[in-house]
């Protein structure tokens, strides 16, 4: 540090300085990317956009550097199959000159078409449905995974068969022989269909069926077993040109590639002790794309850090990409030698991008939100790997995450200070936290706070076996990774224990609240939408995760006394530090009475509490407006938890039961 730069660096207490990271700036860059689309060398994505209730519009470029929307705004692109969508788009028919996009509207879940060129989008279905993961079929049909709403009960999942030229087809029905089905896939010579498809009270993560069967007049022949099974996860099936079935599979403990011919058996293109694959919480997941060359162009990810790779599936020789994502997802291919994909960075946003596979250089096509922070303002991640609870062996164990330490070039703290520390818990549970840059995260690091995003035992990313400790321990191993890494940070110099908070969302908010209640590491929590009540989620959550809690948990009804023993709801005793929650009005997946019931357990408790529901937010919020609010409160509501005034000018936030 220079002595012009000494001068200019303010000593300030860790969490009061202040950030040119606003909580709009958060929101602006808030943009989703998704549902990644190529056809006749054109791409196609869904843009979120905050500023505009959160709606979904579908862009292609313009030619000029910029962007085409070809959806008005009226149209909110996303689909509600399992709650989580994806593969709410389809472009076919070669390109903007004449072919045609397929979309799911929100507000109805119908399925609507409108010319690639842009124009009005006329409905294709009948309310009562919902459809996601399209592909094209025989002329004049679309193949579709299918959500049947149309009567009381369960949803039943099938992947149907629709006629394009008959508005109001509902679909015939090809394969309805499972609760869950993915991936509709037919053969280049439209002879058969592979698919993917699962059953209660299996998740995709955890067992899925690959099967072929061939297309006949009258629908499908009689369907045959490729791969899948018992403990097997099978995903992302692809044909190739030459009529080889590569798909995903997590055989070997690791999602990896595999190929299998008809009358063959399946062999590993590219054995390797990394991820190809991940988990299908959005339908349409694409983690690699063939050449047609005898190539495939695949995303791995290894200790969490995302890479590309050009694969030969003869040899299996592989061939990383030198490049600067540290994320990748929706890998297409856009040429002969060219790829697309959206990326995310350490130091800038995400951003569509395309990749020269010969070369091995990108460019980005589109980045929606502005692309990075001021010099010395962006905190990059380090990963860390930490000592954790030893396992039911009694043998000892390790666990990761990402660590942020507080960066504002403009401040120093007092000599002697450690930083107030907040440690993220990612959803899912079955998912992963990315070193990616997250303006979320940069909003707290450069106030002075240091983060870390605990990739817990059930985290993806770091093969099956990890990932398995969580089953049956859904409560138990999340939180002793969440509280082992505020005990090693502290004692490495690198946060503050007396001043760890806890925040998530979804299942991250749910080991918020439990490790509000089962532990006294946290001195105050941030609960976004999480479950309090084990079994009020089993009976009154959506199908997808219905049965979801029999692997976490233990199998209800007949775990009943676990669902209790893991509930924060009934360890009400064990809560002293103070929470915020939030909550979306609208949630399907975590519905609001979760949040509502622990929030007045605890106000009658005499728990300082804060509570804020936001009016038409579902399972995440999207709206410009709620992420603004929320991120203001959870500040203002640390300020006054941990004793300390905020740069920011805030608006005040209820807590009930503060002294």
């Known amino acids: 540090m220079t002595d012009a730069t000494a001068a200019e660096t303010k000593t300030a207490a860790y969490g009061t300085w202040a950030s040119p990271i606003t909580a709009a700036r958060l929101a602006g860059s808030e943009i989703r990317l998704g549902d990644l689309m190529v056809d006749g060398g054109v791409p196609y994505w869904l843009e979120s956009r905050p500023a505009e209730k959160g709606r979904y519009a579908v862009v292609t470029p313009d030619g000029a550097g910029g962007i085409r929307e070809l959806t008005g705004p009226e149209v909110n692109a996303r689909t509600r199959v399992h709650e989580y969508g994806g593969g709410a788009l389809l472009a076919v028919g070669g390109g903007l000159a004449g072919g045609r996009l397929y979309f799911s509207n929100f507000a109805d879940q119908r399925l609507y078409t409108v010319p690639e060129a842009g124009g009005a989008p006329q409905p294709l279905t009948p309310e009562g449905y919902r459809y996601a993961d399209c592909v094209a079929g025989a002329p004049g049909h679309l193949i579709c995974v299918r959500e049947d709403h149309s009567a009381p009960g369960e949803a039943k999942n099938a992947i149907v068969s629709l006629a394009v030229d008959q508005p109001g087809d509902a679909g015939t029905v090809l394969f309805g022989g499972s609760d869950f089905v993915a991936y509709p896939r037919p053969s280049p010579d439209g002879k058969r269909l592979a698919w993917v498809a699962w059953s209660h009270p299996n998740m995709p993560w955890d067992t899925t069926t690959l099967y072929v069967a061939d297309i006949t007049p009258e629908g499908l022949g009689t369907p045959m077993v490729v791969a899948g099974g018992h403990d097997e996860s099978v995903l992302e099936p692809q044909w190739d040109a030459d009529g080889t079935l590569y798909f995903v599979s997590d055989r070997s403990d690791w999602w990896n590639l595999y190929a299998w011919r008809a009358g063959g058996k399946a062999r590993a293109v590219a054995p390797k002790a990394a991820e190809f694959g991940g988990p299908l919480w ?378």
Do not use: C
């Open 282 to 659: 959005n339908l349409g997941l694409t983690t690699y794309a063939l050449t047609g060359k005898g190539q495939a162009v695949a995303r791995y990810s290894s200790q969490g850090l995302d890479r590309l790779a050009v694969i030969d599936l003869k040899t299996g020789k592989a061939h990383d990409l030198d490049l600067p994502f540290v994320g990748i997802t929706g890998v297409r291919l856009l040429g002969p030698d060219q790829a697309v994909m959206i990326a995310s960075f350490a130091d800038a946003t995400p951003a569509v991008v395309t990749v020269n596979l010969a070369t091995g250089t990108h460019a980005v096509l589109r980045r929606p939100a502005p692309e990075g922070l001021e010099a010395g303002l962006v905190s990059r991640a380090r990963p860390i790997e930490f000592p954790t609870a030893p396992g039911p062996d009694g043998q000892a164990r390790t666990a990761h995450a990402f660590y942020y330490a507080p960066t504002n070039p403009a401040f120093q703290a007092p000599a002697g200070e450690k930083p107030p520390l907040l440690v993220k818990v990612h959803g899912g549970p079955t998912s992963a936290a990315k070193p990616s840059m997250d303006m979320s995260v940069q909003y707290w690091t450069s106030r002075g706070f240091a983060v870390v995003d605990v990739n817990y035992g059930g985290s993806t990313g770091y093969g099956r076996a990890y990932r398995n400790r969580l089953r049956g321990n859904w409560g138990i191993t999340d939180v002793q990774d969440a509280t082992a890494v505020v005990a090693y940070l502290d004692k490495a110099g690198l946060a503050d224990a007396n001043r760890a908070a806890i925040r998530g969302g979804s299942a991250g908010g749910y080991t918020t609240l439990a490790a509000l209640a089962l532990t006294k590491v946290f001195k105050a929590g941030a609960n976004y939408y999480g479950v309090s009540d084990m079994e009020s989620l089993a009976k009154d959550t959506h199908k997808f995760e219905s049965r979801y809690l029999d692997s976490l948990v233990a199998p209800y009804p007949a775990g009943k006394a676990v669902y209790d023993a893991r509930s924060p709801l009934h360890h009400l005793d064990g809560f002293s530090a103070p929470l915020i929650t939030f909550q979306g009005s609208e949630d399907a997946v975590v519905p609001p009475a979760q949040s509502r019931s622990i929030v007045n357990a605890l106000k009658a408790k005499g728990v300082p509490v804060a509570y804020i529901e936001f009016e038409g937010e579902q399972h995440g919020f999207r709206k410009a407006d709620s992420i603004i609010r929320s991120q203001e409160a959870e500040l203002y509501f640390y300020g006054r938890i941990f004793g300390f005034t905020p740069a920011d000018a805030l608006p005040g936030v209820t807590i009930d039961n503060l002294k």
